[in-house]
């Protein structure tokens, strides 16, 4: 583990990130500690994220290569994953809006896969309340609205059928507060509402109540009629 650690950390220089990333994704390929790499993966990201409180570290190659060896381990090892779910979710629901485009797809794609792959095994309420709740809560938090509510969409368009419905509450009284539906005085960002529509659009795909279905169609009948529904 203090291998995997020291490469991770090697990510953080730029002379060394080549190399790094080659050696960790040999391990990933090999499926050698993948687990321990993926942790220390999800530190050093947390640490591109936090670096002096700017930006000007987040467009970094050394934060893409880690994002990308992330997805690598999801993808081809997302079994050996479940425990690091919750690290997973936390640096989601903390640091996610902190990163470049790139690295918040490449998450949001890793994230993805893992929930693809353990959310079957999950009872519809431990994945409402490990899966879904904390995404949910983010979106109040202004500094990770947006890495939220991508992460979050993520999450809804993995989980299966019977799982979704199972959160149709609690996600359809958040989009409906956050999206304003229409209301006069709530406004949203642009990206932020084409993301949590698409959330909309993943329960919708899903819900067989008709109550639900009523309620998930007004929020999106109440962007369109907004006045600024041409971003909506």
């Known amino acids: 583990d203090e291998t995997v650690e020291a490469r991770c950390d090697e990510l953080g220089v730029s002379s060394r990130v080549q190399q790094a990333a080659e050696s960790l ?16 993966l999800l530190k050093r990201l947390e640490r591109f994220a936090a670096r002096d409180g700017r930006r000007v570290a987040h467009a970094s190659s050394g934060a893409r290569a880690a994002v990308k060896l992330l997805a690598q381990a999801c993808a ?82 993995a989980l299966p059928a019977h799982q979704l419905q199972a959160c149709e509450d609690t996600v359809a009284a958040a989009l409906k507060r956050h999206l304003g539906a229409g209301k006069p005085g709530m406004t949203t960002q642009p990206q932020l509402r084409a993301l949590l529509l698409d959330c909309v659009a993943a329960m919708l795909t899903a819900s067989e109540s008709p109550e639900a279905v009523e309620g998930l169609a007004q929020i999106a009948i109440g962007c369109a009629q907004a006045p600024d529904w041409r971003e909506r």
């Open 76 to 157: 081809q090892h997302a079994g050996q994953l479940y425990d690091l779910l919750p690290a997973m979710v936390r640096f989601g629901t903390q640091s996610l809006s902190d990163c470049e485009d790139s690295v918040r797809d490449a998450f949001a794609a890793a994230l993805s896969a893992a929930v693809r792959e353990h959310a079957p095994r999950m009872t519809a309420e431990a994945a409402r309340a490990q899966l879904v709740a904390p995404f949910v809560s983010s979106l109040g938090n202004q500094s990770n609205s947006r890495g939220g509510a991508l992460a979050l969409r993520a999450v809804l368009r």
């Open 25 to 40: 994704s040999g391990y990933i390929s090999f499926g050698l500690r993948v687990p321990a790499v993926v942790f220390a």
